[in-house]
């Protein structure tokens, strides 16, 4: 089966479950560790676990809920991926990617990724959200490597645009707007699932990286070797290692936590940013 046929059949299992899906036209968002509460803000749902879908894989990490949640915010249809599957847990790039090809393959209007990360840049503080202007790939691998990818777009898709400015601006604005702190910055992502050493921090500070994270990077190119629109968002959940108080440590029940807490702060970014939608959605 082709890749391309491949995600046919997964767009299809999710349109014979809620139909709206149908004919596009929605905001994709993947949520990251402890933001899957999002979807409390959401009405008229439909949730459809990630093991009857056909194509997608199971999550396994603690605080992934593998489901797809279809609802509405303040009028604007959303598809949202609630956990998502890693490099760490031993799925192909491919598997990785596999949900949020389905989102661009249904049409969505643009999608917006989420994460938790640590803040490399001394100003991001924890509970911030940082809006992603760019992302530095450390993982050492690409979802387009091989040839099915050659069917879903170009070879060699540019990068230079890929987190789309106008969107970008509008999440900062609407987040700052509503009180919330918030941020921009440049996402890098490296395979996990140990965290960083402090060397590495300090590697990544100084190649350019504000705050750092295991996911979103074969996302933002699977999603953009498509031609879909892409913004995305860190909830800073943690100073990455070496960068906080002398003698911290890191865990993920904390990152995690964290997220929860900040969940409300991404909610009001989002509607902020429906709120001004006349201005920037493009059906
Ligand atoms: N490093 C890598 N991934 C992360 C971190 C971190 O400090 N925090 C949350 N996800």
Same mark, same amino acid.
């Given at each position: 089966?082709?890749?391309?046929? &491949?995600?046919?059949?997964?767009?299809?299992?999710? =349109?014979?479950r809620?139909?709206?899906?149908?004919?596009?036209?929605?905001?994709?968002?993947?949520?990251?560790s402890?933001?899957?509460?999002?979807? &409390?803000?959401?009405?008229?749902v439909?949730e459809?676990p990630?093991?009857e879908?056909?194509g997608f894989?199971?999550?396994? $990490?603690?605080?992934?809920?593998?489901?797809?949640?279809? +609802?509405? =915010?303040?009028?604007?249809?959303? $598809?949202?991926l %609630? +956990?998502r599957?890693?490099?760490?847990?031993g799925?192909?790039?491919?598997?990785?990617?596999? #949900?949020?090809?389905?989102?661009?393959?249904?049409?969505?209007?643009?999608?917006?990724?989420?994460?938790a990360?640590g803040g490399? %840049?001394?100003?991001?503080?924890v509970g /911030?959200?940082?809006?992603?202007?760019?992302h530095?790939?450390l993982? +050492?691998?690409?979802?387009?490597? #091989?040839t099915?990818s050659?069917?879903?777009g170009?070879?060699?898709?540019?990068?230079?645009?890929?987190?789309?400015?106008?969107?970008?601006?509008?999440?900062?604005e @609407?987040?700052?707007?509503?009180?919330?702190p918030?941020a921009r910055?440049?996402?890098?992502g490296?395979?996990? *699932?140990?965290?960083?050493?402090?060397?590495? $921090?300090?590697m990544?500070?100084?190649?350019?990286?504000?705050?750092?994270?295991?996911?979103?990077?074969?996302?933002a190119?699977?999603?953009? /070797?498509?031609?879909? %629109?892409?913004a995305? $968002?860190?909830?800073?959940?943690n @100073?990455a290692? #070496?960068?906080?108080? *002398?003698?911290?440590?890191?865990?993920?029940e904390h990152?995690s936590?964290?997220?929860?807490?900040?969940? &409300?702060?991404?909610?009001?970014?989002?509607? #902020? @940013?429906?709120?001004?939608?006349?201005?920037?959605w493009e059906?």
């Open positions: 089966m082709t890749l391309r046929t &491949e995600l046919q059949r997964s767009a299809r299992s999710i =349109i014979e809620d139909s709206r899906v149908a004919t596009g036209n929605f905001l994709g968002i993947v949520l990251g402890g933001l899957g509460g999002f979807v &409390e803000s959401l009405s008229n439909v459809i990630y093991t879908i056909d894989s199971k999550t396994t $990490v603690a605080g992934h809920n593998g489901t797809v949640c279809v +609802g509405e =915010i303040d009028g604007t249809l959303c $598809v949202v %609630r +956990g599957v890693h490099l760490y847990e799925h192909s790039p491919d598997s990785v990617v596999h #949900g949020v090809r389905t989102l661009v393959q249904l049409g969505a209007t643009a999608v917006i990724v989420t994460n990360a490399v %840049r001394s100003d991001l503080g /911030h959200l940082m809006v992603i202007d760019d530095i790939n993982t +050492g691998s690409n979802p387009l490597i #091989g099915a050659k069917e879903l170009p070879r060699f898709p540019d990068m230079s645009h890929a987190w789309d400015p106008q969107l970008s601006g509008v999440l900062f @609407a987040s700052a707007a509503a009180g919330v918030t910055g440049v996402y890098a490296v395979p996990g *699932p140990s965290y960083e050493t402090p060397a590495e $921090v300090r990544i500070g100084i190649l350019g990286g504000d705050a750092v994270g295991m996911s979103t990077v074969f996302e190119i699977a999603i953009r /070797h498509m031609g879909g %629109r892409l995305g $968002v860190s909830v800073i959940s @100073a290692a #070496g960068t906080g108080e *002398p003698g911290s440590t890191l865990d993920h990152v936590d964290v997220a929860v807490a900040a969940t &409300e702060r991404f909610t009001k970014m989002i509607r #902020g @940013a429906l709120a001004t939608r006349d201005q920037w059906e």
